[in-house]
């Protein structure tokens, strides 16, 4: 790493070999040449500590950056308690809040299951009463002819016993 002076020394030495008296074509060629080489590698030495300095500069934004996100968190930490603070049963609200909106999503098809199965039932206690009803109709019709049966065949057994009566 070259200091501000060392640097003015060596542009100094730049002019100076520019103005001094040269010799033969082929020495200013080389002398040139030498501060060409020369001004080169002070400009590569130039962009090195410049790089180095770039570097350094960005490390230190990193390590800010990640002490920023440390503080932004602690932040939200505090901020959270202080509204906890305010309210100490919100949490608990809004958790019994919550699930009673889970409650209602799963009542709500419960609640058509319950209307669609009470349709059913109304639906089969009707045929079952009717049912009952044709039954009792048909009970009360065997009964009926039962009794027709039972007059008639009476009336037969009578007959037929008149008849025998007679054949005495």
Same mark, same amino acid.
């Given at each position: 790493m070259?200091?501000p002076a060392?640097e003015?020394?060596?542009i100094?030495?730049?002019k100076?070999?520019?103005?001094?008296y040269?010799?033969s074509p082929?020495q200013e060629d +080389?002398?040139?040449?030498?501060?060409t +080489?020369?001004?080169?590698?002070a400009?590569?030495a130039?962009?090195?500590q410049?790089?180095?300095?770039?570097?350094?500069?960005?490390d230190?934004v990193?390590a800010?950056?990640?002490?920023v @996100?440390e503080e932004?968190? +602690?932040l939200?930490?505090?901020?959270?308690?202080?509204?906890?603070?305010?309210?100490?049963t919100r949490?608990e609200?809004?958790a019994?809040?919550?699930r009673i909106d889970?409650v209602?999503r799963e009542?709500k098809?419960?609640?058509?299951?319950?209307l669609?199965?009470?349709? @059913?039932?109304?639906?089969?206690?009707?045929?079952?009463?009717?049912?009952?009803? @044709?039954?009792?109709?048909?009970i009360?019709?065997l009964?009926?002819?039962v009794?027709?049966?039972?007059r008639?065949?009476?009336k037969?057994? @009578?007959?037929?016993s008149?008849t025998?009566?007679s054949?005495?």
């Amino acid at each position: 790493m070259q200091t501000p002076a060392m640097e003015q020394q060596h542009i100094q030495r730049v002019k100076n070999l520019g103005q001094s008296y040269r010799e033969s074509p082929a020495q200013e060629d +080389r002398e040139d040449e030498e501060m060409t +080489r020369s001004a080169l590698s002070a400009f590569r030495a130039k962009e090195e500590q410049i790089e180095r300095k770039k570097m350094e500069v960005r490390d230190k934004v990193f390590a800010h950056l990640g002490r920023v @996100e440390e503080e932004t968190k +602690r932040l939200a930490e505090i901020k959270e308690e202080l509204e906890a603070m305010a309210d100490p049963t919100r949490k608990e609200v809004a958790a019994i809040r919550k699930r009673i909106d889970v409650v209602n999503r799963e009542i709500k098809p419960l609640g058509q299951s319950c209307l669609k199965k009470e349709k @059913e039932y109304k639906e089969a206690l009707e045929a079952f009463n009717e049912k009952n009803k @044709e039954k009792a109709q048909l009970i009360n019709k065997l009964v009926e002819l039962v009794g027709e049966s039972e007059r008639l065949r009476m009336k037969k057994l @009578e007959e037929l016993s008149k008849t025998i009566d007679s054949l005495h």
